[in-house]
């Protein structure tokens, strides 16, 4: 097996490491070359995630995260999990030697986030909470923020992409929402970057009828940070009933019709429930009441809606 140890873990902690333990060193090979990783199908394994020095790579295949110390040397397997990302080199550290990394918490998709080293140490998880990832996110630059592109890896998902982010918190004892920013519905989502420490941008890949071909187009897209400091008196609420959604995402969902209404509270957030899912989303209009100028522009029906 390769080289893992626990150096902080609690018994939740070891029981997941134990289930992932005994299927995983049968499906998983000690070591991939190269080679196979470069003609690997980058839909179903995530991306290379390459550190400063641009000789170190992680990636993740079949439920573990392998290590490349140089450019043709072998990847080779450290710790379970998927979708790894390196984090900022700390002050005084000589080498980029720690990652984020998820785990998969045994249901629903759903999986938790964690903190590895080179040494094979998982140290313990990053965030409270439960996030669905599929594919290696992109860091902030101030390491913090967490965005990744769900791509449909099932039928039922049909042709749905979404970018969703992650802030991690200063402390794992405050839950981390999962906002989901922006839908595609066919077009894969691409080349994602920081504008600046609230905006995203990427490249919608979608075809073109007229070139038949398909083409590129650069999009842009907001997300909140400091959510629960911004959600007052309704954090408790906000995080065990709601599913959260930037504005843009929520007036298309909005424009769909079958909404029954919901509330807006004096924090600026506002939670509208949809008939055909029964979800209750949460979203941030840029300005208050603008929830209603909106329903009222596109003739959609504002029953139930209130304000706090």
């Known amino acids: 097996m390769g080289n893992f140890k626990i150096s902080k873990w609690n018994v939740g ?5 134990s ?3 005994l299927p995983a060193t049968c499906m998983a090979c000690q070591e991939l070359t190269e080679e196979k990783v470069s003609k690997l199908d980058r839909f179903w394994n995530s991306d290379p995630s390459v550190n400063d020095t641009g000789k170190d790579r992680l990636f993740g295949y079949k439920g573990w995260i392998y290590h490349q110390s140089a450019l043709g040397e072998p990847y080779k397997k450290l710790v379970p999990g998927i979708c790894p990302q390196w984090i900022p080199k700390r002050k005084g550290q000589n080498a980029q030697d720690r990652f984020y990394m998820f785990l998969p918490v045994g249901y629903d998709g759903k999986h938790e986030l964690w903190m590895s080293d080179l040494k094979g140490d998982l140290l ?3 965030a409270e909470g439960y996030f669905h990832v599929n ?4 860091l902030s630059p101030d390491g913090k923020v967490l965005v990744s592109v769900f791509r449909p890896l099932a039928t039922i998902q049909r042709d749905n992409y979404y970018i969703s982010v992650i802030e991690i918190n200063e402390s794992v004892s405050e839950p981390c929402f999962q906002q989901r920013v922006y839908h595609s519905k066919g077009a894969p989502i691409i080349d994602l970057k920081f504008v ?6 990427f490249n919608l890949e979608d075809y073109d009828q007229k070139l038949g071909k398909n083409i590129k187009k650069r999009h842009k897209v907001k997300f909140h940070r400091n959510l629960t400091s911004s959600f007052n008196n309704q954090k408790d609420y906000f995080i065990e009933k709601c599913f959260l ?3 843009d995402y929520a007036k298309e969902i909005l424009l769909k019709g079958g909404c029954e209404g919901g509330k807006q509270y004096h924090s600026g957030w506002v939670t509208f429930k949809m ?3 029964g979800r209750l989303y949460l979203t ?3 300005k208050m009441d603008y929830i209603f100028e909106f329903l009222k522009k596109n003739n959609l029906s504002d029953k139930g809606f209130a304000t706090e």
């Open 245 to 247: 959604v930037s504005w």
């Open 275 to 277: 008939e055909r899912d």
């Open 19 to 21: 289930v992932l333990l």
């Open 135 to 138: 594919t290696t996110p992109v």
């Open 124 to 126: 313990g998880k990053s």
């Open 284 to 286: 941030k209009p840029p």
């Open 196 to 201: 600046d420490s609230e905006t995203i941008s």
């Open 13 to 17: 902690g070891w029981l997941l490491v």
